[in-house]
């Protein structure tokens, strides 16, 4: 995922879902898009939780407490 941003990332990602709830891609390329949007989703999911850090960090150093790590549920 080099050179892209995760605002392309995201669209690119909902595009595909859109393209594959439709049903109407040939299976091989229905593998190919379902393994994009794996791809996609982990580019997205490590960008959220690096901006995540960053937040708390920012947010610690400015109050000067400790923050405890935000839990996402699965």
Do not use: W
């Amino acid at each position: 995922m080099k050179n892209i941003t995760f605002e392309q990332a995201l669209l690119e990602l909902e595009s595909l879902v859109r393209t594959l709830e439709e049903g109407h891609m040939p299976l091989a390329d229905s593998v190919k898009a379902y393994e994009r949007g794996i791809s996609l989703k982990k580019f997205c999911e490590e960008q959220l939780n690096a901006a995540r850090l960053k937040i708390e960090e920012v947010v610690a150093a400015q109050h000067k407490i400790e923050v405890k790590p935000f839990e996402v549920e699965s």
